[in-house]
């Protein structure tokens, strides 16, 4: 894309329309994006943009590189989305902070509804949190390796960008390095390693990245131990963050629902700069419907972690190096063979696995399928 295009000329100040009432384009439509280089702020050009995962068009591949769920939502989830649907909603506007799922949330969760925010999947949700919290020429810091959205954040934003290097027990350096991030974002458990920070070693970061938000990620903590989020903490805590999504273990990834808890002061100012509308009514009454059923959650949740704790030994014994994971997915690596032919491979044979690499730290990192599609992966595994 270049950037030595001059800018359009502007006509001098309201003399445009009087001299040519037909309204020309501006010069540089249809010229493609060359066209707008020098419009676009110097930080996007430069950005490559985040990659997320493929999502191939084949109903006949078994899908394990982007941590969906493999069961269906609750049927509940169906009903409410017909019964939206039928009731003439599509028409009106959604509920613009989404009270009622913030009533069904803040139940489930032990939380005052004033607590939580509404996002369009939880990636809108982090979007909301850097607009919020980071000017341009500030700092985002996270560990590394980690989620990489985090890096397009702060390049959208025209933010610097700072990583931790996790030790090799995937556990956070003490003290933590960096002072004077305007955002410190920490997945737990963490994107690729499924693996979690321990209690004191996280609240020691979180107390001195003060008064400085902590947002800790908790895409994957439905699929850790009962007791292992902070959402509880929050009430406690001005600077810490909790931001969760319905994707993984809700089985709602198509449409696009996550949401925050805060204090309620947090949560006024997040709600300032959110969309006013940023979710729909047909997901609105999905995720609330989700959410609600926590039955039906308990029991996927359960062949979940069964499966994944079933996968961990299997890929041992094919020679993997498997860290021990609490989310849907595990990470696998070897020092025997490349990692990358084993992705390609297994591509060729219709199952999908993400290949990550970190500047030359790289592995695969799988999502817990069914058991029918793990049985499928073990076996393509062991014939290469
Ligand atoms: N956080 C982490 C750590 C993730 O891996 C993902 C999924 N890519 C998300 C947040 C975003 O999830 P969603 O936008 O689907 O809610």
């Not at 009514?281 to 308990?298: G, H, P, W």
């Not at 070897?334 to 992705?343: A, F, G, M, N, V």
């Amino acid at each position: 894309m270049s950037t030595t295009n001059p800018s359009p000329t502007p006509p001098p100040r309201g003399e445009g329309l009087q001299t040519n009432p037909t309204l020309a384009p501006p010069s540089f439509l249809g010229k493609g994006a060359g066209g707008l280089g020098s419009s676009v702020r110097p930080n996007v050009l430069a950005m490559k943009g985040y990659a997320p995962g493929e999502q191939l068009n084949d109903p006949e591949i078994i899908k394990l590189n982007t941590n969906e769920n493999p069961y269906p939502p609750s049927p509940r989830v169906f009903e409410a989305i017909q019964a939206t649907l039928t009731s003439n909603k599509l028409r009106k506007y959604p509920e613009p902070l989404g009270d009622t799922f913030r009533r069904a949330a803040g139940k489930v969760l032990g939380v005052d509804p004033d607590c939580i925010l509404i996002g369009n999947g939880s990636d809108d949700i982090l979007t909301i949190l850097t607009r919020t919290f980071v000017p341009e020429g500030g700092l985002i810091a996270s560990p590394t390796p980690s989620y990489i959205l985090y890096k397009s954040l702060a390049e959208i934003q025209g933010a610097r960008f700072q990583t931790v290097p996790f030790d090799e027990n995937w556990h956070l350096p003490q003290p933590w390095p960096i002072k004077g991030a305007n955002l410190t974002f920490i997945p737990n458990p963490n994107s690729p390693s499924g693996t979690m920070v321990p209690k004191v070693l996280m609240e020691l970061v979180r107390a001195q990245v003060a008064p400085y938000p902590l947002v800790i990620d908790e895409a994957y903590i439905d699929f850790a131990d009962d007791r292992a989020s902070w959402v509880q903490t929050v009430k406690h805590c001005d600077n810490l963050i909790v931001t969760r999504t319905l994707s993984k273990s809700y089985s709602l990834a198509g449409i696009r629902f996550g949401f925050a808890i805060a204090s309620p002061d947090i949560i006024r100012e997040l709600t300032k700069v959110k969309d006013s509308y940023n979710c729909d009514v047909l997901s609105l009454a999905a995720a609330t419907a989700a959410i609600e059923d926590q039955e039906y959650f308990a029991g996927v949740r359960a062949k979940i972690i069964a499966t994944r704790e079933r996968m961990r030994p299997a890929l041992t014994e094919l020679g993997f190096d498997v860290t021990p994971s609490h989310a849907n997915f595990l990470w696998c690596r070897r020092s025997d063979r490349p990692l990358k032919p084993i992705y390609e491979e297994l591509k060729r044979r219709k199952i999908l696995v993400r290949y990550m690499n970190y500047d030359g730290y790289d592995g695969l990192r799988i999502s817990v399928g069914s058991d029918a599609e793990i049985d499928k992966l073990l076996a393509e595994l062991k014939s290469l």
